[in-house]
């Protein structure tokens, strides 16, 4: 059962504990929501962090108080000691009084986006070195090899400096559909990089003792082209044009179901403290 199935007072019931606990959320763009409009209230603009992004509905639905620290192009060492936008490192917003901690992290790591993204530019774009980098399939399988320990920082650090929150480790929604047999090579090597990815990211969650909130796997029912698509496909934004969304990037449609994920585990839960 959703929380779209639940009437609003069972909704409020079930969440009641969680109202006014502190709540941080950390990662990347498939949790800070690009162009999706509108953007939340004092963000910097690169930062692409939408008021309708997973962790803002979450927040809304059950009355937490959020801090949303998510960003564009954030990696594991954006969380953990680089400044991001002139941010500093998203880390810094853990305190040992957070009591909820979402996170979505590692796609930037692998180049897991940026690859789909060059692979499906047009032919001059991708004789571009930055395009060139991205469309290379060995690099990024080479940076698979180090990403279950980049996650295990991660999710360390959090434990260290909240060790009462609960911690929810949300992963990627997918930009594409089930496995087809004639699928492109560029399509099979997305889908290679986003399961392996899937599949390290759950092995940090439990190593850390995290829950995992796997979106992925219901993702894959609404691809671009579904009826209710939750990612959109490649497109070339035109200028003066608005977009709502980012190409291979979450719609909001697929923000809202993240959050419903989000909201059903958080439902079963309680604050620690």
């Not at 009437?7 to 709540?23: K, Q, T, V």
């Not at 889908?191 to 796997?217: K, M, N, P, Q």
């Not at 579904?226 to 969304?245: C, E, I, K, L």
Request: glycine share 10%; hydrophobic share 40%.
């Amino acid at each position: 059962m959703t929380v779209a199935q639940l009437s609003d007072d069972r909704i409020a019931d079930a969440l009641a504990p969680w109202r006014g606990r502190r709540y941080v959320a950390l990662g990347s763009s498939f949790a800070s929501g690009p162009g999706i409009p509108p953007r939340a209230p004092g963000s910097v603009r690169a930062a692409g962090r939408s008021s309708r992004n997973y962790p803002h509905l979450i927040a809304g639905a059950a009355g937490l108080r959020l801090t949303d620290v998510t960003s564009s192009g954030a990696t594991c060492a954006h969380i953990l000691h680089e400044r991001q936008h002139g941010s500093p490192p998203q880390r810094m917003a853990v305190t040992p009084d957070t009591e909820l901690v979402t996170v979505t992290i590692g796609g930037n790591d692998i180049g897991l986006t940026a690859f789909l993204i060059a692979r499906r530019m047009p032919s001059p774009v991708r004789l571009l070195p930055a395009a060139r980098r991205s469309a290379d399939e060995a690099a990024t399988g080479r940076a698979l090899g180090g990403i279950g320990k980049r996650l295990n920082r991660v999710f360390g650090t959090v434990r260290d400096q909240a060790p009462n929150a609960r911690l929810l480790v949300v992963n990627y929604l997918s930009v594409l559909g089930p496995p087809r047999p004639d699928e492109p090579p560029t399509d099979r090597h997305y889908r290679y990089l986003a399961e392996s990815l899937a599949d390290r990211t759950a092995a940090a969650a439990e190593r850390a003792g995290a829950h995992l909130i796997d979106v992925r796997t219901p993702s894959l029912a609404h691809a671009p082209g579904s009826p209710v698509p939750w990612t959109s496909d490649f497109f070339v934004p035109v200028p003066g044009r608005p977009a709502h969304g980012t190409p291979c990037h979450p719609t909001a449609a697929g923000m809202a179901a993240v959050a419903d994920l989000v909201l059903v585990r958080l439902r079963t839960l309680t604050p620690v403290g």
